[in-house]
């Protein structure tokens, strides 16, 4: 029998086939209550025995928050580590001195193929740094990018954005292997047939943007009846939550600024709403008539409803949470880490890079010549 994820940012199904997920149980503001409470809440809502978990973490304490959850206890594995990466650690800081945390526990655990995906919510930096260095980066992509799906004006559809946050800086050939990313992410994820894809911009206008910008623009455009995905040219930022780009290409640096103010734009409503529908008795009455209105835009808008973000273009997926997450996000997260685990998203990445090879070459060419 398969279950049909309801979800909105998932349109594949889950089977019964068993998946194993590998759980940094340390990492986050909530931790590890609140990892081990979504881990219930996901086999409550999907059924035992799909999903099997492999949990890392300080084992004693663990334990006693097990007796809380039986559910869990019976569909997990504990794995001591002894050490915990903080929000505040540096990269250079712990990077040599990692392997007795539960993070790179973690990791590791999918590298050496016991688990098909990671979850966290640690600190992002590290995570990264050491899913890069555990996982390595799939051949044809030449660098992981942060992905995830955010909200669109356009019905209950979303739209996937990367990088988030991974590199700063990009050349072209970089922000091309984003758009071969983020476009197999919207089909195989998202449901997405032949997605629109546009690169964020300061304009529409070809002229716009540095030079990067335009030579990547000039030559997806020269080449738009060869590529797998619907070219759009430049996008702004107001077309992000507007339902007209489904794959928005950026650098890290900028896509980490539109995820904040797409969040940050997310509570505004919400708290705009509450506070408003409490001035009257009129408001109330007139809440009671667009409560399901209302819990469609909570769901939509709730940053707990995106699960996290998961680094694309590595030999494995490793997923980020956010760091405050409470056990609705967790579960989300968990449901996030297996369908990915259960599609064959790194078959057709590869696939897809071989395709556009001589377009890639074009633009190492390029490189090459400035």
Known sequence: MDVFIQSPFFYTKMSDTKKIISVDAMGGDHAPDAVLGGMNQFLYQYGEGSVFFRVFGNERILRVLLKKYPRVARNCEIIHANEVISGTDKVRDVIRHAQDTSMYMAVKDVREGNSSAVVSAGNTGVLMALSKLALKTVD???????????????????????????NVQCD?????????????????????????????NIGEEETK??????????????????????????VEGNDVTAGRVQVVVTDGFTGNVMLKT?????????????????RSWLAILGTFFLIHLFKRLKNKIDPRSYAGAVFLGLNGFSIKTHGNSDALAWSHALEYAVNLSKSDFYGKIRERTEALSEIKAELKNLDTDK
């Open 140 to 166: 044809g992509i030449s660098r992981p990018a942060i992905t995830t799906m955010l909200p669109s004006g356009n019905g209950d559809t979303r739209v996937v954005g990367l990088d988030l946050g991974a």
């Open 172 to 200: 072209e050939e970089i922000l091309f292997d984003f758009s071969i990313l983020g476009s197999v992410y919207a089909e195989i994820i998202g449901g997405m047939v032949r997605p629109r894809v546009g690169i964020l």
């Open 209 to 234: 943007g540095n030079e990067a910008l335009q030579r990547l623009n000039k030559v997806l455009t020269e080449h738009i009846d060869e590529l797998p995905y619907e070219y759009i040219g430049f």
């Open 262 to 278: 797409v969040e940050g734009t997310a509570k505004m409503i919400s708290r705009i709403v509450k506070a408003n529908y409490k």
